[in-house]
Protein backbone atom coordinates (compact mmCIF):
# COMPACT_ATOMS: atom_id res chain seq x y z
CA UNK A 1 0.00 0.00 0.00
CA UNK A 2 1.25 3.36 -0.90
CA UNK A 3 1.19 6.12 1.28
CA UNK A 4 -1.50 8.53 1.51
CA UNK A 5 -1.16 11.28 -1.03
CA UNK A 6 -4.09 13.63 0.07
CA UNK A 7 -2.87 15.74 3.09
CA UNK A 8 -4.96 17.96 5.24
CA UNK A 9 -6.75 19.71 2.79
CA UNK A 10 -8.68 16.79 0.47
CA UNK A 11 -10.60 17.74 -2.88
CA UNK A 12 -14.58 16.09 -2.59
CA UNK A 13 -15.72 13.33 -4.33
CA UNK A 14 -13.83 12.28 -7.17
CA UNK A 15 -11.77 14.74 -7.36
CA UNK A 16 -9.59 13.61 -4.92
CA UNK A 17 -8.40 10.35 -6.72
CA UNK A 18 -6.86 13.16 -9.27
CA UNK A 19 -5.39 14.88 -5.97
CA UNK A 20 -3.97 11.19 -4.66
CA UNK A 21 -2.43 11.12 -8.73
CA UNK A 22 -0.45 14.47 -8.82
CA UNK A 23 1.16 14.24 -5.91
CA UNK A 24 2.60 10.96 -6.49
CA UNK A 25 5.63 13.35 -7.16
CA UNK A 26 7.37 15.94 -6.07
CA UNK A 27 9.74 17.78 -8.60
CA UNK A 28 11.07 19.93 -6.15
CA UNK A 29 12.25 17.08 -4.10
CA UNK A 30 12.75 14.75 -6.97
CA UNK A 31 10.46 12.15 -5.40
CA UNK A 32 8.29 9.79 -8.09
CA UNK A 33 6.75 6.99 -6.76
CA UNK A 34 6.08 5.74 -10.14
CA UNK A 35 9.18 4.30 -10.22
CA UNK A 36 8.56 0.77 -12.10
CA UNK A 37 5.43 -1.12 -13.50
CA UNK A 38 4.93 -2.41 -10.25
CA UNK A 39 4.37 0.64 -7.85
CA UNK A 40 1.91 1.91 -10.84
CA UNK A 41 0.04 -1.34 -10.82
CA UNK A 42 -0.33 -1.18 -7.65
CA UNK A 43 -1.46 2.45 -7.01
CA UNK A 44 -4.14 2.28 -10.05
CA UNK A 45 -5.32 -1.39 -8.47
CA UNK A 46 -5.87 0.38 -4.71
CA UNK A 47 -7.26 3.51 -6.74
CA UNK A 48 -10.17 1.32 -8.20
CA UNK A 49 -9.05 1.88 -11.50
CA UNK A 50 -7.40 -1.42 -12.35
CA UNK A 51 -7.68 -4.79 -12.22
CA UNK A 52 -4.82 -5.95 -9.77
CA UNK A 53 -3.43 -8.30 -12.07
CA UNK A 54 -2.99 -6.63 -15.03
CA UNK A 55 -0.11 -6.59 -17.32
CA UNK A 56 1.64 -3.15 -16.73
CA UNK A 57 5.01 -1.98 -18.98
CA UNK A 58 7.83 0.44 -19.22
CA UNK A 59 6.18 2.62 -21.60
CA UNK A 60 2.97 2.52 -19.83
CA UNK A 61 4.76 4.24 -16.83
CA UNK A 62 6.12 6.76 -19.04
CA UNK A 63 2.51 7.34 -20.14
CA UNK A 64 1.24 7.68 -16.58
CA UNK A 65 4.09 9.81 -15.74
CA UNK A 66 3.39 12.17 -18.46
CA UNK A 67 -0.57 12.36 -18.46
CA UNK A 68 0.55 13.53 -14.33
CA UNK A 69 2.81 15.92 -15.03
CA UNK A 70 0.44 17.60 -17.77
CA UNK A 71 -2.25 17.56 -15.12
CA UNK A 72 0.35 19.19 -12.64
CA UNK A 73 1.07 21.56 -15.81
CA UNK A 74 -2.71 22.57 -15.94
CA UNK A 75 -2.50 23.52 -11.98
CA UNK A 76 0.79 25.72 -12.63
CA UNK A 77 0.46 29.79 -12.62
CA UNK A 78 2.39 31.67 -15.09
CA UNK A 79 3.24 28.54 -17.41
CA UNK A 80 4.50 28.81 -20.58
CA UNK A 81 2.20 28.42 -23.89
CA UNK A 82 4.85 26.00 -24.91
CA UNK A 83 4.59 24.03 -22.05
CA UNK A 84 0.68 24.43 -21.94
CA UNK A 85 0.43 23.31 -25.71
CA UNK A 86 2.67 20.03 -24.78
CA UNK A 87 0.59 19.57 -21.50
CA UNK A 88 -2.90 19.70 -23.52
CA UNK A 89 -1.12 17.51 -26.50
CA UNK A 90 -0.11 14.89 -23.70
CA UNK A 91 -3.73 15.13 -22.83
CA UNK A 92 -5.05 14.85 -25.96
CA UNK A 93 -2.97 11.86 -26.89
CA UNK A 94 -4.83 10.06 -23.85
CA UNK A 95 -7.76 11.04 -24.62
CA UNK A 96 -7.81 9.09 -27.86
CA UNK A 97 -5.89 6.44 -26.67
CA UNK A 98 -8.23 5.71 -24.10
CA UNK A 99 -10.87 6.05 -26.54
CA UNK A 100 -13.06 8.43 -24.59
CA UNK A 101 -17.07 8.03 -25.46
CA UNK A 102 -20.03 10.37 -23.79
CA UNK A 103 -22.94 8.13 -22.67
CA UNK A 104 -25.85 9.11 -20.24
CA UNK A 105 -27.12 7.26 -17.28
CA UNK A 106 -30.69 6.50 -15.94
CA UNK A 107 -31.05 9.99 -14.67
CA UNK A 108 -30.09 11.55 -18.32
CA UNK A 109 -26.94 12.78 -16.97
CA UNK A 110 -23.79 12.34 -19.61
CA UNK A 111 -20.87 11.01 -18.70
CA UNK A 112 -17.47 10.92 -19.95
CA UNK A 113 -16.02 7.78 -19.87
CA UNK A 114 -13.05 5.24 -21.50
CA UNK A 115 -14.07 2.39 -23.34
CA UNK A 116 -9.88 0.89 -23.66
CA UNK A 117 -9.11 -1.41 -20.92
CA UNK A 118 -5.82 -1.42 -18.95
CA UNK A 119 -3.49 1.51 -18.38
CA UNK A 120 -5.57 3.24 -21.45
CA UNK A 121 -8.59 2.80 -19.47
CA UNK A 122 -7.36 3.93 -15.99
CA UNK A 123 -5.75 6.99 -17.23
CA UNK A 124 -8.59 7.94 -19.29
CA UNK A 125 -11.04 7.65 -15.76
CA UNK A 126 -8.70 10.21 -14.10
CA UNK A 127 -9.26 12.56 -17.07
CA UNK A 128 -13.31 11.93 -17.39
CA UNK A 129 -12.74 12.99 -13.50
CA UNK A 130 -10.87 16.22 -14.55
CA UNK A 131 -13.60 16.71 -17.18
CA UNK A 132 -16.28 16.47 -14.88
CA UNK A 133 -14.15 19.01 -12.40
CA UNK A 134 -13.90 21.47 -14.97
CA UNK A 135 -17.77 20.99 -15.34
CA UNK A 136 -18.79 21.80 -12.14
CA UNK A 137 -16.13 24.21 -11.05
CA UNK A 138 -13.98 22.07 -8.25
CA UNK A 139 -11.15 21.83 -10.64
CA UNK A 140 -10.00 25.62 -10.01
CA UNK A 141 -9.79 24.93 -6.71
CA UNK A 142 -7.12 22.48 -6.68
CA UNK A 143 -3.81 24.35 -6.68
CA UNK A 144 -0.28 23.05 -6.37
CA UNK A 145 1.49 24.70 -3.51
CA UNK A 146 3.47 27.50 -3.56
CA UNK A 147 6.32 26.08 -0.95
CA UNK A 148 9.70 26.68 -2.24
CA UNK A 149 10.40 22.64 -1.74
CA UNK A 150 6.74 21.81 -1.87
CA UNK A 151 4.46 21.18 -4.63
CA UNK A 152 2.32 19.07 -3.24
CA UNK A 153 -1.51 19.49 -4.98
CA UNK A 154 -3.91 20.86 -2.52
CA UNK A 155 -7.95 21.88 -2.27
CA UNK A 156 -8.35 25.82 -1.73
CA UNK A 157 -11.52 25.78 0.07
CA UNK A 158 -10.60 29.70 1.07
CA UNK A 159 -13.68 31.98 0.39
CA UNK A 160 -11.82 34.20 -1.66
CA UNK A 161 -10.15 30.80 -3.38
CA UNK A 162 -6.66 32.67 -2.57
CA UNK A 163 -4.70 29.49 -0.68
CA UNK A 164 -1.29 29.60 -1.63
CA UNK A 165 0.47 26.80 0.73
CA UNK A 166 -0.94 22.69 1.36
CA UNK A 167 -0.56 24.11 5.11
CA UNK A 168 -0.07 27.39 6.48
CA UNK A 169 1.58 26.57 9.85
CA UNK A 170 4.61 24.55 7.56
CA UNK A 171 4.84 26.17 3.91
CA UNK A 172 2.79 29.31 4.43
CA UNK A 173 5.00 29.91 7.66
CA UNK A 174 8.43 29.11 5.97
CA UNK A 175 7.50 31.73 2.94
CA UNK A 176 6.23 34.39 5.12
CA UNK A 177 9.51 34.12 6.80
CA UNK A 178 11.48 33.95 4.26
CA UNK A 179 9.68 36.92 2.82
CA UNK A 180 10.24 38.87 5.95
CA UNK A 181 14.31 38.30 6.05
CA UNK A 182 14.59 39.50 2.14
CA UNK A 183 12.53 42.63 2.83
CA UNK A 184 14.46 42.97 6.29
CA UNK A 185 18.10 42.68 3.81
CA UNK A 186 16.67 45.17 1.13
CA UNK A 187 16.50 47.84 4.09
Known sequence: MLPDRVGIKPAPG???????????????SDRD??????????????????????KITAADVAQAKAVRDALRDLLQDGIS???????VATLNRTTRSSQ?????????????????PSVDGALGKIIAIV?????????????????????????????????????ISDCGNVAKVRAYRARQTSQ
Open 14 to 28: RLKLVQSFLNTTNPK
Open 33 to 54: DFDGPDVLREWLADSGLLEGRA
Open 81 to 87: AQARSEA
Open 100 to 116: MAVSFDADGRARVAPLA
Open 131 to 167: VDAMADGTWSNLKLCGGHDCSWAFYDRSKNHSGAWCD
